[in-house]
Nanobody, 118 residues
Framework: QVQLVESGGGLVEPGGSLRLSCAAS????????MGWYRQAPGKRLELVAT???????NYTDSVKGRFTISRDNAGNTVWLQMNSLKPEDTAVYYC????????????WGRGTQVTVSS
């Protein structure tokens, strides 16, 4: 059973930074894609950033230049460095992992709250 545990969320003022971590139960090298998603109150789940095992990244437009995803393929951790945070970044952030099986297998963490407010 795959477990993903997020940490690093909290309350931060606009313009501040946070670093989210996602620890997997076992090596993340087995996952083709690791990613971060978020859901704000009353809104749909939104892709924030993904990173393939080969290092290719993808970001939603609203976070480009501010957020950076990274992964430790030799270990079990994925990070999301969030800089220049804005109130609209407030959401529950979820870690996700995708195995390249047929059909693909998706795994989710329970989420960590990020609140950007003065």
């Amino acid at each position: 059973q795959v477990q993903l545990v997020e940490s690093g969320g909290g309350l931060v003022e606009p313009g501040g930074s946070l670093r989210l971590s996602c620890a997997a139960s076992g090596s993340i090298a087995r996952f083709a894609v690791m990613g971060w998603y978020r859901q704000a109150p009353g809104k749909r789940l939104e892709l924030v950033a993904t990173m393939t095992s080969g290092g290719s990244t993808n970001y939603t437009d609203s976070v480009k230049g501010r957020f950076t995803i990274s992964r430790d393929n030799a270990g079990n951790t994925v990070w999301l460095q969030m800089n220049s945070l804005k109130p609209e970044d407030t959401a529950v952030y979820y870690c996700a992992a995708i195995k390249a099986t047929f059909p693909p297998q998706n795994y989710w963490g329970r989420g960590t709250q990020v609140t950007v407010s003065s």
